[in-house]
T-cell receptor, first 111, second 116 residues
């Protein structure tokens, strides 16, 4: 399959542990942020989003934290499972402008 | 994949040939996008369309062309002028294309294009 994650930073996590994936965004005017998951050979899949007027949002097993002071976004995955193995990337959006995508982090699950 | 389909999944092209990648969505989204993905790089925008019969160049439009004759369809043609076309191509759509939460982009499964 397509290897879209070559040369990306890799995070290795033991199965069952929590994973924290970080993203530094570029524009202080960005007001909307999205996390995507991309499995090998597939298109990116929407995971969770957050607006700039929030600092935390929770979904099913995932939490996104936003720190606007340092322009930092993180994705926390609870009780990491083998199916979580993928490349994760963040995206930032300024109202009326296009979305900017990060390069991504590969999450590797250790048995 | 959420209502966005791309075909074919794999495509091989000889140098000097044009090739067209298909993208269809049944989400009733106004906006559609084409991205190119290369190993170790973020998604790069090729073209986007916010409404039928209108489209704009993205960051790397040279060597590519698009059409938007129908709301559901946004085909991408990779022309012989594209110097390095081997890549993974992703199509996406969003409700409005104007930004904010309604601009969340949903992606198709991708087409892997290889130039022989």
């Amino acid at each position: 399959g397509e290897s879209v994650g070559l040369h990306l930073p890799t995070l290795s996590v033991q199965e069952g542990d929590n994973s924290i994936i970080n993203c530094a965004y570029s524009n202080s005017a960005s007001d909307y942020f999205i996390w995507y998951k991309q499995e090998s050979g597939k298109g990116p899949q929407f995971i969770i989003d957050i607006r700039s007027n929030m600092d935390k949002r929770q979904g099913q097993r995932v939490t996104v934290l936003l720190n606007k002071t340092v322009k930092h976004l993180s994705l926390q995955i609870a009780a990491t499972q083998p199916g979580d193995s993928a490349v994760y990337f963040c995206a930032e959006n300024i109202w009326g402008d296009k979305i900017i995508f990060g390069k991504g982090t590969r999450l590797h699950i250790l048995p | 994949d959420g209502g966005i389909t791309q075909s074919p999944k794999y495509l091989f092209r000889k140098e000097g040939q044009n090739v067209t990648l298909s993208c269809e969505q049944n989400l009733n989204h106004d906006a559609m996008y084409w991205y190119r993905q290369d190993p170790g790089q973020g998604l790069r925008l090729i073209y986007y369309s916010q409404i039928v019969n209108d489209f704009q160049k993205g960051d790397i439009a040279e060597g590519y062309s698009v059409s938007r004759e129908k709301k559901e369809s946004f085909p991408l043609t990779v022309t012989s002028a594209q110097k390095n076309p081997t890549a993974f191509y992703l199509c996406a759509s969003s409700i409005t294309g104007t930004g904010g939460s309604t601009d969340t982009q949903y992606f198709g499964p991708g087409t892997r294009l290889t130039v022989l």
